[in-house]
């Protein structure tokens, strides 16, 4: 029987290709699976990003931040995951055409998979302003057919939804995100271990929930529903203004939901679960049930980042 959380860590991370990653109060960390079986980790000392402490600016920071810090992990990861294989291919160049031609296919493969992943990650920036701003030119077009009149506000909140919901189920049939979600999930359960005090092994992690407040597709989901919010007191004008407009309050939307997601984050009362509660749902489509070798890795990554004092229970 799992243990109730007995507080909230400040440790965050993120899934990357065969492997996750960690940051803390003092330092981050990556861990990945490496194709001979074993975990490679690493530690890295952290600076604290500036104007941290002031509110709605330390959102839009953060997440320059944690874009930056994400892609540089995950590269690393990739290189990581498959470097054995890549070298095995290029040692055995030397046999007959076929079978090099053979070889550099599976190269090429590889390569594309770590493309992907990290295309599909780095896409989530620009689906920032994709979800804001796409609705916007597809309602002017639906009015230009079907007047919509007052009805404007509501229609573009609806395709906002839709397109969000309909992109990350569409990237979830890709293998090899679907495999980085699982890492996704055991990241969660890792962390809600670690809040719980349970003992960090994988028989125990699994018992965990998936789900978690602090979530990047929480803070993703929680952009799009601020920007219906705002947006629906911003009078319709010409569809390219209103794009222009709502591009121009992208960073004041990243930093109202990235304060509704820190206070979610930081409570446990009946307010912080509501929050939580339409994110929660959407990771569904992010973050899957992982298996006992990517418990271990989480396991191994969140270990580096425990501060040695411990953190604060109270």
Known sequence: MKKKEQFKTTIGGQALIEGVYMRGPEKASIAIRKPDGGIYTETFEINPPPLKKVPLVRGVVSMIYSLISGYKSIMKSADIAF????????????????????????????????????GAVLGGLLSIALFVVAPTFITGLIDKIFPLGGFKAAVEGVLKIILFLAYLFLVTRIKDIRRVFEYHGAEHKTIACYEAMDELTPLRVKEYSRFHPRCG????FLVVIVSIAIFSFIPFTGTLARAGIKLLFIPVIMGIAYEILRYAGRRSNLLSAILSAPGKWVQRLTAFEPDESQMEVAIAALREVIPEGGENAG
């Open 83 to 118: 470097a054995e294989e890549l070298e095995k291919i290029e040692e055995n160049e030397g046999q007959e055409d076929t079978d090099r031609a053979e070889k550099d296919e599976k190269k090429e493969d590889k390569l594309m998979n770590s493309a992907g992943v990290i």
């Open 217 to 220: 597709t929480s803070f993703l």
